[in-house]
Every structure is written in C-alpha cells, then in structure tokens.
C-alpha cells in the first residue's frame, strides 16, 4: 500500500478531477514537487482522466539521496528520511505507469534543466510539452522556495490549472497568494493541510 505523509488528499483527489474536465488540444501535463512514497502521485495519475480519452502525462520531481537543508522558514538545516530505499521503493512501485517520468533532482535543478518543457513519447509520437494544468507543491516547505516553484509554474500555466500547495501553514501562503494571483490564480478552498488555487483568467 501507498502511503502518505499529508491530509487532505480528498482535496488533492477534486483537483485532478477538475483538471480533466479541461477543454485543452494538447495532452494534459501534471507535476509533483516532493513524492516521498508516492501518494500523491499515484493519486494523481489515478483521477486525471482527460475528456475524450485524451493523454495525461505526469512528472514527479524529488532528490531523495539524504540530503541536509532547511525544511522550514524557521527550521534548522536536517536530514530527513528521504533516502535511497524510498526511492528505490517509488521507483518500483510506478515502474508499470507509462505516462509518469520520474525526475531525481531538486526543484531548482528541474527549473534549470527543463526550463524549455518536458519530452514524452507515446504510441510513435513525440510530445515537447511545457504547459502544466495541474501542480502539486510538496517539496520545500520554505517560503522563497514556495515563490520560486510557483512562478517557474505559473508562467507555463492556463486558464484552468490548478495549483495544490502542502502544509500551507508552514510558510508565508498570504504571500503565495499574491505571487499567484499576478498571474491570474484566485484562492478556492483550504484544508488543514492544503490550500487550493486556480487560473482564473
């Protein structure tokens, strides 16, 4: 079984659903920042169900690998439990999902090497994609890396996406907000743990 370190993941669950509902000529793309063992991901490659059968890719972006840094605004640097063995275990538990690509690095490695889109192939054909309907913000829970995350995305957004934002109250959401909202994002509902916002225009 899957499992997850959040809640709310009934609101995560609406938000694929929503973005299936999508009137979009391209495939729908959808990324995760931050996997830990998965259930975000399974969730969201399991109710993005674009209309008319159309394709759903999805990227999950995630160092593991130990690593020492700051986990809150507040927050000495530490390592957490995100080691080898639980990538190991991701990767094999996905191993089955053709249209999900696996990216083992830091958000801001990501930014930097996929700063011109992604690239899938499905059923002979080529896919450069680089507009994302759907985002799940899991990884850093620091402020300035929240900012970073959310403009790198909202600048390869539509009217639609649908941004997911994790322990919410952990950094500077008010400011979130307002990042999200120069780019057309207004505020739909929170959890204890998620706060859900949408490109309105």
């Known amino acids: 079984m899957i499992e997850g ?31 830990r063992r998965g259930l975000g991901t399974k969730i969201i490659l399991e109710y993005t169900r674009p209309k008319d059968s159309g394709l759903h890719f999805h990227i999950g972006i995630d160092p593991y690998g130990d ?36 990216l083992n690095m830091t958000d801001m490695k990501f930014f930097e090497k996929y700063f011109t889109g992604v690239l899938f192939y499905n059923k002979g054909a080529e896919y450069h994609l680089n507009t994302y309907h759907l985002v799940h913000f899991d990884g850093p829970h620091m402020t300035a890396a929240v900012v970073a995350e959310t ?51």
């Not at 370190?5 to 009137?23: F, G, I, P």
């Not at 809150?72 to 690509?101: G, L, P, R, T």
């Not at 790198?152 to 639609?160: D, N």
């Open 151 to 201: 403009v790198f995305f909202a600048q390869r957004s539509v009217v639609g996406s649908v941004f997911v934002f994790d322990d919410w109250q952990k950094y500077d959401s008010q400011l979130i907000k307002n990042v999200a909202a120069s780019f057309g994002f207004e505020f739909i509902t929170n959890g204890e743990r998620k706060m859900i916002m949408e490109r309105k225009k």
């Open 67 to 102: 690593l020492n840094y700051p986990h809150y605004d507040d927050s000495e640097a530490s390592v957490a439990d995100y080691d080898s063995k639980m990538k190991a275990e991701h990767i094999k538990d996905f191993a089955d999902k053709d249209n999900y690509q696996f």
């Open 5 to 35: 370190d959040s809640k709310d993941y009934n609101l995560l669950t609406k938000a694929a659903e929503r973005v299936s509902q999508l009137e979009s000529k391209r495939p729908l793309l959808t990324a995760e920042i931050g996997i």
